[in-house]
Nanobody
Framework: QVQLVESGGGLVQAGGSLRLSCAAS????????MGWFRQAPGKEREFVAR????????YYADSVKGRFTISRDNAKNMVYLQMNSLKPEDTAVYYC?????????????????WGQGTQVTVSS
């Protein structure tokens, strides 16, 4: 089993920064590739960023490239999403997800485990 718990969401003004954290309970966290997704009301869940189990390879959606950074600390069973230059369109519930068999890592169906999500609201 892998249990994921997101934290760090909140209300921030446009242009501000926020760092999301995802804590994993599994003892083999380092074996999992991790991804961040987000979902706004009335919209499809969309890919934000992913990172390989080694932590050496990252990939981002075009909408967040250059503003967001995904990272992980396998020793602490943590994955992070540093969000800078936030925009109102970044407002959504953010989810972290885990998988042992990542292909592209850009689709929700590739992931086996999901957190409950944390709300990020960016005001204008």
């Amino acid at each position: 089993q892998v249990q994921l718990v997101e934290s760090g969401g909140g209300l921030v003004q446009a242009g501000g920064s926020l760092r999301l954290s995802c804590a994993a309970s599994g003892r083999t966290f380092s074996s999992y590739a991790m991804g961040w997704f987000r979902q706004a009301p009335g919209k499809e869940r969309e890919f934000v960023a992913r990172i390989r189990s080694s932590g050496g390879t990252t990939y981002y959606a075009d909408s967040v490239k250059g503003r967001f950074t995904i990272s992980r600390d396998n020793a602490k069973n943590m994955v992070y999403l540093q969000m800078n230059s936030l925009k109102p369109e970044d407002t959504a519930v953010y989810y972290c997800a885990a998988t042992r068999t990542m292909l592209s890592g850009k689709t929700s169906r590739e992931y086996d485990y999901w957190g409950q999500g944390t709300q990020v609201t960016v005001s204008s």
